[in-house]
């Protein structure tokens, strides 16, 4: 039994692939990276806004009280300290958003020399020293709140094992590149 005959004028999928018109798709598609740009900028650009008028109702709470004790400077330290944390966050969104921009619309977007990316990789290390001193903050607020009825211990001792795990990354992908 032979096979049926090809019919030239029907379109196949296969045939598509390979082409310049399928390429141009391909090379195109790079700029679905523009949603999570603007998601990440957006996200960043909310939260650094909020956590700037929780802290100007902080300091306006603080000035009506008119109470200035240890107590109320140490809660006052841990809300600057938590201010700080959600700051770094941003910090962490907006470099997801001009990261991705650079890695994938346009690597000559004007940005910082630090953060001049080759590859996703790079990003990712600057994601994750962001996420160690996130780290470092969560535990600081921690410390600057205890009062000493609660063991922070273990707490300390996870936080500080995540870090040097994160860190060992980083050296890893350090000692990985050429000088």
């Not at 957006?42 to 956590?51: C, F, G, H, T």
């Not at 001792?157 to 795990?165: C, E, G, N, S, Y």
Request: net charge positive.
């Amino acid at each position: 039994m032979k096979p049926p005959p090809r019919n030239p004028g029907r379109f196949r999928h296969k045939d598509m692939i390979g082409t310049p018109m399928f390429a141009r798709i391909l090379a195109s598609s790079r700029y679905m990276m523009v949603l999570p740009v603007i998601g990440s900028l957006i996200a960043s650009l909310a939260l650094i806004v909020y956590e700037i008028a929780v802290m100007a109702a902080a300091i306006i709470d603080t000035a009506r009280k008119a109470e200035f004790t240890p107590t109320a400077a140490k809660i006052y330290a841990v809300g600057v300290v938590e201010s700080v944390d959600v700051f770094l966050i941003a910090i962490a969104v907006w470099i997801i958003g001009i990261g991705l921009y650079a890695l994938f619309v346009d690597e000559t977007v004007e940005r910082p020399r630090w953060l001049k990316l080759a590859d996703l990789e790079d990003l990712k290390a600057h994601l994750v020293s962001v996420v160690i001193a996130v780290l470092a903050v969560l535990f600081l607020r921690e410390a600057v709140a205890w009062d000493g009825s609660r063991d922070i211990l273990g707490f300390g001792l996870a936080v500080a094992a995540t870090i040097a795990a994160l860190a060992l990354f980083l050296r890893a992908k350090n000692e990985g590149q050429a000088p």
